[in-house]
């Protein structure tokens, strides 16, 4: 795990100064405090920068930028390639000699033997630029499930890109533009869709995709893997829980090879305690494992699991209680850290989780991300769909007429806070559009009509629905007998997941210089989780079920099929309307240089912010998205 940048004059006359470079590079010493290389092309047209944070082959041979026998081929390179052994046997019976034990270096020759179609060939986390000198080619890749992050950017012939956005801002020819439609986005997502961002003309290179741009050409971008597959409906519920149990055992297996300490995070939940017993089974000796908990709020810990698990183990467990102490100081950190923001509460105690590992002496961990989506875990996915499969289904065939009139009503009658959430769904139904817009909505469009001023309304309208259309189209159109609940499996797999999740997990573990994995993410469980029919994932009712059963001897029983608790920040208490912590966010947003834009109608956020404080009603997640929104624009302007 690493931290990479570069600049390519594509079209421009300039050169690269090693220097702005190397200072652009080391934005990301946190990402990479293990060393750093540079290298500049012959012609002086292109850079790459690496910072690195050694976790297989730790001596010299694997520092980066890396490059061939030849110099011909150049490669700057985050993250891990788990079948990497595999790959470097094929390719020395080819005849590649290789100089390192590194993952990296078979990339570099994986590339001079199949070209740019190597990269499918690939199980890992990864993001990665080669050069190809002869070619004067520039090639990046982003791994199939958007681990790890690659933004990259283009003005006046230049072609920027790094693992973070400050790698990209540190150039002193970058011109800094805040993207407001992107400000939208945000309000609505608590994170910026792939592939825009908060800044004009920076983008992400989305998950599974491949980017290549030629000296004097233009970037072109294709898509080289798609989860979606058949559903099986020939899958037995043994047949599939017997998969399932394998291909988790051989990804978890597979995500620990290391030459550093490693051991995992633990809450107490399903999945982070099948990572740490498969992961204990395989060491055979006792795994480090990790856990957070609120202090004074005892329902937000998951410690009597955690410790039951960790004995049932023998693991060497360590522990981290968090107050509104750690919140503040945490909130002082957020606006650099996050220079791509996350509105989601969960970054508060993963980052103070990181940084006990870390200062625990482990530099890798896996986690649990990913099986709640693939493996239907939330308990709102059952609530969709009963509200599909109950009511949705029937209202929708409805003629417009018709919707507008309940949609109307609703206006009339529904008027307490509380029922906002129904007169969106009412208003969605009115529009025609899609109902399941993922599981971490902050503000809705009928409460963007008010948060947003008329002068933003009339420039960028307020409803973020096409980033959504767009997936439901994709998902119709890839699978056409799909049901509603493998279309919410694709949405959240192609935005909540890499746009929220992982990019918080990358955000916050790599902003303590640790490297977190997800075996639940591996792709061969992933596709086979597309596959399984979605009756077997909730079955009478129970999320999850074929995992359940998949590890069944695994883990205790009672963690098997205790209600989810989720890992979260225990905000509502600290945000509870007696409380100061209050009074402080709010200053925040009302103070932040945010306000001059002219975006945002502070008056309806006062409404908001009474009604969390005076009517009981729970506004939490929407405060804190615009806490965040605010840290980070005056952080970056």
């Not at 961990?365 to 709102?380: A, K, L, R």
């Not at 963690?559 to 509502?572: C, H, M, T, V, Y």
Request: charged share 25%.
């Amino acid at each position: 795990m690493c931290g990479i940048n570069g600049i390519f004059f594509y079209k421009s006359g300039k050169e690269v100064d090693a220097r702005e470079l190397e200072r652009a590079r080391d934005t990301l010493a946190h990402r990479g405090p293990d060393g750093a290389g540079l290298y500049v092309s012959k012609n002086k047209k292109l850079g790459f920068g690496h910072r690195r944070l050694s976790i297989i082959d730790l001596s010299e041979a694997g520092k980066q930028p890396m490059t061939n026998e030849r110099g011909s081929v150049w490669i700057t390179f985050n993250g891990e390639i788990y079948n990497f052994k595999e790959l470097k046997a094929e390719l020395e019976n080819k005849g590649h000699i290789f100089r390192s034990l590194t993952d990296t270096e078979v990339i570099v020759h994986g590339y001079e033997e199949f070209g740019f179609d190597f990269v499918k060939r690939l199980n890992g986390m990864f993001a990665f630029a080669i050069w190809d000198e002869t070619k004067k080619i520039l090639f990046a890749a982003r791994d199939h499930m958007g681990i790890k992050p690659f933004y990259y950017a283009m003005q006046n012939g230049v072609f920027y890109f790094g693992s973070e956005l400050k790698a990209i801002l540190e150039f002193r020819d970058f011109k800094k533009e805040l993207d407001e439609a992107g400000v939208s986005h945000y309000l609505t997502f608590s994170t910026s869709p792939a592939p825009g961002t908060l800044f004009r003309n920076i983008y992400k290179l989305p998950p599974a995709s491949v980017l290549a741009i030629k000296q004097g050409g233009e970037p072109e971008i294709s898509e080289y893997w798609n989860p979606v597959c058949p559903e099986d409906k020939t899958i037995g519920e043994n047949e599939a829980a017997r998969r399932v149990r394998e291909l988790l055992e051989a990804s978890i297996h597979l995500q620990m090879v290391s030459d550093v300490p490693f051991g995992c995070f633990l809450s107490g939940g399903i999945d982070s305690s099948t990572n740490a017993s498969l992961m204990s089974r395989a060491l055979g000796k006792p795994v480090e494992t990790f856990s957070v908990g609120a202090k004074h709020f005892s329902k937000y810990n998951e410690f009597d699991y955690s410790r039951v698990m960790a004995k049932q183990l023998g693991a060497n467990s360590h522990e981290i209680l968090i107050d509104e102490s750690h919140l503040f100081e945490f909130m002082e950190k957020f606006g650099k850290i996050a220079d791509d923001p996350n509105g989601d509460q969960v970054c508060i105690p993963l980052y103070w989780l990181s940084k006990l590992t870390r200062d625990s002496g482990v530099k890798m961990v896996q986690i649990g991300e990913g099986s709640d989506e693939i493996f239907f875990g939330y308990d709102t996915y059952i609530k969709a769909f009963k509200l599909y499969n109950r009511l949705w289904r029937f209202l929708e065939r409805l003629p417009a007429a018709g919707k507008q009139i309940l949609c109307s009503t609703g206006e009339t009658f529904l008027k307490h806070p509380k029922f906002e959430f129904y007169k969106e769904y009412l208003r969605r139904l009115a529009e025609n559009e899609e109902p399941y817009w993922g599981n971490a909505v902050a503000w809705s469009t009928y409460q963007k009509e008010k948060l947003l001023t008329a002068e933003f309304k009339e420039k960028h309208g307020s409803n973020s629905y096409g980033i959504i259309e767009r997936l439901h189209n994709e998902m119709k159109k890839r699978d056409s007998n799909s049901d509603f609940l493998r279309r919410l499996l694709f949405v959240e797999l192609k935005h909540r997941l890499p746009e929220l999740l992982l990019t918080r997990a990358d955000k916050m573990t790599m902003a303590n210089s640790i490297e977190g994995r997800v075996p639940f993410l591996d792709r061969r469980l992933v596709e086979f989780a597309f596959q399984i029919p979605s009756g077997l994932k909730i079955k009478n009712g129970i999320p999850k079920y074929i995992l359940k059963k998949a590890v069944h001897g695994v883990i205790p029983e009672n963690i098997i099929w205790r209600k989810k608790q989720g890992f979260a920040a225990p905000l509502s208490e600290w945000l509870r309307p007696d409380s100061p912590t209050v009074s402080k966010l709010v200053s925040i947003i009302e103070n932040s240089g945010l306000r001059e834009r002219n975006i945002i109608n502070y008056d309806y956020v006062r409404w908001i912010i009474n009604s969390h404080q005076r009517n009981g009603v729970n506004q939490n997640f929407r405060i804190w998205n615009l806490v965040t929104l605010s840290l980070w624009y005056d952080a970056w302007f």
